[in-house]
């Protein structure tokens, strides 16, 4: 069946430091790709998503690049704040009419001002 | 005006109770969903429907059982709740079940079994 493995965490930053979480997947087809953040008490919220090999998925400053030779959506942000502390979840949705979403087992990332 | 609501936002009960969760959705969605998540926020599917059918069904006990009386409500009851059923529920939708459609979560309810 389809999986998603992401990068483990926790991941503790310095404000304004690089950001990179590691996503791979296995799945078969044409997957569609999702980040999603998860702030305290919150539900999740979609981040960006790329539907087809070399697309490009950005938003507030995080990306990913939808990697179809290694099976990769890995998330970068080039400066990261305090307010960006939360949980990150990488998912994907498979290219059938099932609508059956597989999710990673998400990273937590805390920025220290 | 939220988007998908649930209620109640936090739940705490007795071991052996029936309790029952709501979600609403105002996105005018086609299908929507049930997850759960742990204390190591580990995301489950649970159930989805599509136009009021259900289409996922994973290997949850069938003390759970879901019920969707249309498109923007999808509820879930719980009978003989166990103390394992300590969870985060979320509730979510998507447009439809197509290729690379989004889904939208509400912002969970918090059960606690004592």
């Known amino acids: 069946g389809d999986s998603v493995t992401q990068m483990e965490g926790p991941v503790t930053l310095s404000e304004e430091a690089f950001l990179t979480i590691n996503c791979t997947y296995t799945?078969?087809?044409?997957?569609?790709l999702f980040w999603y953040v998860q702030y305290p008490g919150e539900g999740l919220q979609l981040l960006l998503k790329a539907t087809k090999a070399d697309d490009k998925g950005s938003n507030k400053g995080f990306e990913a690049t939808y990697r179809k030779e290694t099976t990769s959506f890995h998330l970068e942000k080039g400066s990261v704040q305090v307010s960006d502390s939360a949980v990150y979840f990488c998912?994907?949705?498979?290219?059938?009419?099932?609508?059956?979403?597989?999710f990673g087992d998400g990273t937590t990332l805390t920025v220290k001002p | 005006d939220t988007a998908v609501s649930q209620t109640p936002k936090y739940l705490v009960t007795q071991m052996g109770n029936d309790k029952s969760i709501k979600c609403e959705q105002n996105?005018?969605?086609?299908?929507m969903y049930w997850y759960k998540q742990d204390s190591k926020k580990f995301l489950k599917i649970m159930f989805s429907?599509?136009?009021?059918?259900?289409?996922i069904n994973e290997t949850v006990p069938n003390r759970f059982s879901p019920k969707s009386p249309d498109k923007a409500h999808l509820n879930l009851h719980i009978n003989s709740l166990e103390l394992g059923d300590s969870a985060v529920y979320f509730c979510?939708?998507?447009?439809?079940?197509?290729?690379?459609?989004?889904?939208?979560f509400g912002d969970g309810t918090r059960l606690s079994i004592l």
């Open positions: 998912a994907l949705t498979p290219n059938t009419n099932a609508g059956k979403s597989t």
């Open positions: 429907y599509n136009n009021k059918e259900l289409i």
């Open positions: 979510a939708s998507s447009q439809d079940t197509g290729h690379g459609q989004p889904q939208h």
């Open positions: 799945a078969t087809g044409y997957p569609s």
């Open positions: 996105l005018g969605h086609d299908t």
